[in-house]
């Protein structure tokens, strides 16, 4: 989790507006990972691979872009929160590398003296 956001975020987003059943379809469909990977981190207490985010930011991106060019009213309020959650999903993303980075510099100063 980064801040306040987390993949649950998305998850409990997904499932409540009827675009995700699952745990298990969440980590294939939307994760790219085998379907007891999203289970899995959940009940060890583990945040998701950089790449399983990567995989679901991608995956929210093209959806709500496809979907908000639709002239069906429901698929571009669909469309619509799949690219807000994409939004929310890449600051997470880079508050949390900017976060490691700020660490890592940290780190080399603390070396360096």
Do not use: H
Not at 58 to 82: Q, V
């Amino acid at each position: 989790m980064f801040g306040d956001y987390s993949i649950d975020d998305v998850y409990d987003e997904l499932k409540r507006i009827g675009q995700c059943q699952s745990r298990s379809e969440f980590s294939r469909e939307w994760l790219g990972r085998n379907e007891s990977y999203f289970r899995s981190i959940q009940s060890k207490g583990l945040t998701p691979s950089i790449v399983a985010q990567v995989n679901l930011a991608a995956r929210l991106r093209e959806l709500g872009m496809n979907f908000t060019r639709s002239e069906r009213p429901i698929l571009e309020d669909i469309g619509a929160t799949y690219l807000r959650l994409y939004g929310e999903l890449l600051d997470a993303l880079l508050m949390g590398a900017q976060s490691d980075a700020v660490k890592l510099d940290c780190v080399d100063i603390e070396a360096i003296q």
